[in-house]
């Protein structure tokens, strides 16, 4: 069955970097557009951006324009959301999910504070 696993997530100061690190198993990881979400708390959960199954093309809302980047490597079936420059309204919990599976991993916890 489908399985993601977020990790990376912890504590960072405002200004910081962390990368996040998704595991997947279960479907053909290399055939599908991953995605990252995260949900703050309080908030409804939103997306934060994509990467196309052969990792040419890859989006990202615009408050993490130019902040956040994902890569992916299909041979390792993992999926990253590298971000910096990270500021106290980056804090969530994150996700990634696959395009057309209605799976949630349980998510790695991302906070931004001095």
């Known amino acids: 069955q489908v399985q993601l696993v977020e990790s990376g997530g912890g504590l960072v100061q405002p200004g910081g970097s962390l990368r996040l690190s998704c595991a997947a198993s279960?479907?053909?990881?290399?055939?599908?557009?991953m995605s990252w979400y995260r949900q703050a708390p309080g908030w409804a959960r939103e997306w934060v951006g994509y990467?196309?199954?052969?990792?040419?093309?890859?989006i990202v809302q615009s408050s993490v324009k130019g902040r956040f980047t994902i890569s992916r490597v299909n041979t390792q079936n993992m999926v990253h959301l590298s971000m910096r420059n990270l500021k106290a309204e980056d804090t969530a919990v994150y996700y990634c999910?696959?395009?057309?599976?209605?799976?949630w991993g349980q998510g790695t916890q991302v906070t931004v504070s001095s």
């Open positions: 990467i196309t199954s052969g990792g040419v093309s890859t």
């Open positions: 279960g479907f053909t990881f290399s055939a599908v557009t």
């Open positions: 999910k696959a395009s057309g599976y209605d799976y």
